[in-house]
């Protein structure tokens, strides 16, 4: 086959789609209802309106989704902790820590987690204020297992040591005679 040549030539079955009659064509015809020509010619700030408003709500989908990422880490977390027991070993407190340690790192860096998302189009109060609850529930399932592990002093037993010593007062009656 000669270089330039079109591949159709050597085909058994070909369709030529140009069209070369003088008659009447579709051009002719009427477009059909609903459909306006004039929608294809918008001017580019509407274009521009537009795609600034897909991406507004782009942002806004994903600082909820962010907002809502803790939730699932709090379910795995909170298995784990079941997992571990309400003993005090080497695991438990590794994974108690972890519950604790998780939630304060994410607490301090919220500003940088939706810097990504910040447009003035979205409000990201609502996201932030989500995923600030999240973390601080994270927490506290952190604070209530050092509880049971009985980590935490809670009761007056853990305290006798800054108490000062009870003063013994003698019942014996010749006691205070000699003085």
């Given at each position: ?32 209802p ?18 600034k ?28 902790m ?8 080497l695991f438990?407190?590794?994974?108690t ?8 790192s994410?607490?301090q860096?919220?500003?940088?987690v ?42 007056a ?7 000062p010593?009870?003063?013994v ?11």
């Open positions: 086959m000669e270089k330039g040549k079109g591949v159709a030539m050597g085909r058994k079955w070909a369709v030529d789609f140009t069209d070369n009659s003088t008659a009447s064509s579709s051009r002719d015809i009427s477009d059909p609903g459909f306006s020509r004039t929608s294809a010619d918008q001017d580019d700030s509407t274009v521009s309106r537009q795609k408003d897909a991406e507004a709500n782009w942002k806004s989908q994903k600082a909820w989704e962010v907002a809502q990422a803790p939730f699932k880490n709090l379910l795995m977390m909170g298995f784990m079941w997992m571990a027991g309400s003993t005090v070993h438990s407190i590794g994974i820590f972890s519950a604790l340690w998780q939630p304060l994410a607490l860096g919220v500003g940088k939706f810097a990504p998302y910040k447009d003035s189009k979205v409000d990201l109060l609502a996201p932030k204020l989500l995923f600030i609850a999240l973390n601080l529930g994270g927490l506290a399932l952190g604070v209530w297992k050092l509880n049971t592990l009985g980590l935490l002093p809670t009761h037993s853990d305290w006798v040591s800054s108490l010593p009870a003063q007062q003698s019942l014996n009656p010749l006691a205070c005679t000699m003085s």
